[in-house]
């Protein structure tokens, strides 16, 4: 890597990441602008024509950024370079990003931190997969100011038609992303036209800025001290007799006497000092500060907890939908462990869904099926983590709204939040809220009703015949005089989910609803049965954990047909529906079915008729539902 000093200048340094196709002409561009700006460091340029003689070599520009042996010899650049330079008004860090498609990853870790991207085009090439690519990016990662450059104009006769041509093809490409550039400059980096210097002899035609004017006319990155208020917790340090809870303020400002929310697990105390190192206290701080603070109660904090206001609370959830951008070798895949990393916190997790896949370089949205996302692979999925963890969706907070997965110990994806919903912390809490006891116990009501509570939870593709079984099921039951009732996926809807629609969020809040709904009748000492497709199977999952988490038998019951007999039988008409567009996100046909992997039980309805189907359900219901022998001499 080429590093150089920072130069002596107390204006902040406005970071620029330099991105394009591989042999657009990156490096050479970064050499001539260090020679043009005279940053160069003294004899570097020299020194480096004295190389390229005793090599028998041509001299290139690139060589003054490829200065790692390794990097001539594969004639790539392998790595991240940051490079200081300066022009009359301020000074610069160049971020010069790899190009070749194997090293995306280095190009996003380098627009990560940058405030301003350059993205490069050679004009004899034009718009290729990677220039896309790389504009897609710096959009996800939020990187607003762009300036793009036609390079190797003179490849092509310094040709006006096609500069333009180029530039009406990719402008219209980065408005679709919500990108604007600040300008297009056509420039030839070998030859140093259009960097520092305008160039009316080769291109009168252009009357526009040249690049440094361009770069000049970028505004540094606005610290968020108006944004809510994000102070991350590092560490928590003991010293004296105070507990000094060190982080660095993301947003916002916090003051003595603020009351704070440390979340995840919303823990409060107010604000009794604001200590910084070798600095006397200060009564506040801002965005971008590092801190220690103290509290006036002394509550359990630790790494990875957010402290927040009361009115402007984070999104604290263990599921939610993310963006990310894959670059692991191993594909992203449903049901295995990654390790997710957001601020300072970190917690495992997994794919509960693949929603939407998207060519970065065309922004076609795949409508198949998908359980795993490839390498360079863009994809709308919603993650599950162990634990709740706190964030802000990307475009309210970037910094609290992105994360990075790890696939064993590789930084193998980056992604950001979106769609979360927040809660009104002061709006829902209430100190007037109870658990009510009740004074008739489950085993009496066991007594009374003769058989166990049980939740039965059929699952199935739409039309599998999960209804008609869950009716004939309950008139059977009844019949035997248990209490017994039907929550119906279309019934619940009319009332309790009225509000939620289709969305893979909205079906996640459909079935933690009905598996609430299902244990509290089951805690009324009912049978259960419930009948929804419930697609996925961390869904079932939590259905399950929520059930049992009071003590209830839950059954989960495969009513297993294929799709094609689902679409013959097709009682409501929907898959006919969903195949002419009239219906976005049908299971089976452009949104998942997870088939249940350990059911307790599997009714193949195109292979049994109704009836059999419910008596091998009563074989294995009936045992579980009788009262054990003890509860009968009570």
């Known amino acids: 890597m080429l590093d150089q000093p920072a130069p002596a200048n107390d204006r902040r340094a406005l970071r620029v990441v330099i991105v394009g196709h591989v042999d657009h002409g990156k490096s050479t561009l970064v050499g001539r602008l260090l020679y043009e700006t005279q940053s160069l460091p003294e ?20 060589f003054l950024m490829d200065a790692l042996q390794a990097e001539r010899d594969q004639n790539i650049t392998i790595d991240v370079s940051q490079i200081w330079f300066h022009s009359e008004t301020r000074p610069y860090v160049i971020i010069d990003a790899p190009g070749h498609k194997e090293f995306l990853k280095n190009m996003v870790t380098g627009a990560a931190t940058a405030d301003a991207a350059v993205l490069l085009i050679a004009a004899n090439e034009g718009v290729q997969e990677q220039s896309r690519r790389h504009a897609y990016l710096l959009s996800m990662l939020g990187v607003g100011q762009v300036i793009v450059l036609v390079n190797k104009m003179d490849l092509v006769g310094y040709s006006d038609a ?19 550039p600040l300008t297009f400059v056509p420039i030839a980096a070998r030859d140093g036209l259009n960097l520092v210097q305008p160039a009316p002899e080769q291109m009168p035609w252009y009357r526009g800025s040249t690049l440094l004017q361009a770069l000049d006319r970028l505004e540094p990155a606005a610290v968020p001290a108006d944004k809510p208020l994000r102070f991350v917790v590092q560490d928590v340090y003991r010293f004296d ?3 000094i ?6 947003s916002g400002a916090v003051s003595v006497g603020d009351r704070l929310f ?11 000092t604001i200590e910084r190192w070798n600095a006397p206290p200060q009564a506040s701080a801002v965005a971008g500060e590092s801190i220690g603070i103290t509290l006036t109660e002394q509550i359990f904090v630790e790494r990875g907890q957010v402290a927040v206001h009361e009115h402007a609370p984070l999104i604290e959830t263990n ?25 300072t916190q970190e917690a495992e997790c997994s794919v509960a869904s693949i929603d939407r896949v998207i060519d970065a370089s065309t922004l076609d949205a795949s409508s198949s099926i998908r359980r795993a996302v490839a390498r360079n692979e863009v994809a709308e999925l919603t993650l599950q983590t162990r634990g709740v963890v706190a964030m802000d969706n990307y475009d309210v907070n970037p910094v609290t709204g992105r994360f990075v997965l790890v696939d064993d110990k590789d930084v193998a994806g980056g992604g950001i939040v979106f769609g979360g919903r927040y809660v009104n912390r002061a709006a829902v809490r209430s100190e007037n809220i109870y658990w009510s006891e009740a004074s008739t116990t489950p085993r ?25 079984l869950a009716r004939s099921l309950e008139r059977e039951l009844f019949d035997r005089l248990m209490q017994v009732y039907v929550l119906d996926g279309d019934n619940v809807r009319h009332g309790l989910n009225s509000d939620l629609g289709f969305s893979p969020e909205d079906r996640v809040e459909n079935i933690r609803r009905v598996a609430e709904v299902a244990k509290l009748m089951a805690e009324a000492g009912m049978v259960v049965i419930t009948s929804f497709i419930s697609p996925y199977r961390e869904d079932r999952r939590r259905a399950r954990q929520i059930v049992e988490a009071g003590k209830i038998r839950f059954m989960e019951v495969y009513v297993a047909a294929s799709l094609a007999a689902c679409e ?3 009682p409501k008409h929907l898959y006919r529906k969903a195949r002419a567009g009239e219906i976005k996100g049908f299971t089976g046909i452009d949104a998942p079915y997870e088939a249940p992997l350990r059911p307790d039980l599997v009714l193949p309805t195109e292979e049994l008729s109704a009836e059999a189907c419910v008596e091998r359900l009563l074989d294995v219901l009936l045992p579980r539902l009788r009262l054990d022998a003890a509860e009968y001499e009570i």
């Not at 809870?245 to 993301?250: D, M, P, S, T």
């Open 43 to 62: 004899g570097k340029f020299e020194q480096i024509q004295a190389v390229c003689s005793r090599r028998g070599m041509p001299f290139e520009w690139a």
């Open 162 to 180: 096609v500069f333009r041509e180029i530039e009406a093809q990719y402008r219209a490409f980065l408005e679709k992303l919500g990108v604007y």
């Open 241 to 243: 007799e105070r507990r």
């Open 245 to 250: 809870i060190a982080g660095r303020v993301e």
């Open 262 to 272: 440390f979340a995840p697990q919303d823990k409060e105390s107010s604000v009794a």
């Open 319 to 343: 599921r939610f939908r993310a963006r990310v951008f894959w670059m692991g070798q191993r594909p992203l895949a449903l049901g295995r462990t990654y390790r997710l990393k957001l601020l």
């Open 444 to 468: 009496s009501r066991r007594e009374r009703n003769g058989h166990v509570p049980l939740v039965v939870w059929l699952t199935g593709l739409s039309g599998s015949g999960k209804s008609t």
């Open 568 to 570: 013959e039988r097709d």
